[in-house]
């Protein structure tokens, strides 16, 4: 099995930024994708970022140009860096990682492992 733990999340006003990290841990593979999902009260779960074994990112549009996903160079942690934060971006923020290595597959939110979740609120 796989372990994600994610942490980061708290209270920050409209405009400031956050840095969420997640650390994988338990089962190996040879190589996979991780990415960050967001679900806020009463919708659905949302694409925020993905990032591929090779080092391919791929962005929702809503946070295109604000939101940057980077890892460790033991491609164990996994952050966010989430800047000019919108009352709009409050949310649970989810990590997730799946071996078959497919940003399509992450996008799709069917990955095979994913955190409990962080909870980021912006304030307007």
């Known amino acids: 099995q796989v372990q994600l733990v994610e942490s980061g999340g708290g209270l920050v006003q409209d405009g400031g930024s956050l840095r969420l990290s997640c650390a994988a841990s338990g089962r190996t593979f040879r190589s996979y994708a991780m990415g960050w999902f967001r679900q806020a009260p009463g919708k659905d779960r949302e694409f925020v970022a993905g990032?591929?074994?090779?080092?391919?990112?791929l962005y929702g549009d809503s946070v295109k140009g604000r939101f940057t996903i980077s890892r460790d160079n033991t491609k164990t942690r996994l952050y966010l860096q989430m800047n000019t934060l919108k009352p709009e971006d409050t949310a649970v923020y989810l990590c997730?990682?799946?071996?078959?290595?497919?940003?399509?597959?992450?996008?799709?939110?069917?990955?095979?492992?994913w955190g409990q979740g962080t909870q980021v609120t912006v304030s307007s």
């Open positions: 990032l591929g074994w090779s080092g391919m990112t």
């Open positions: 997730a990682l799946d071996p078959r290595d497919a940003l399509g597959v992450m996008r799709s939110g069917r990955s095979d492992y």
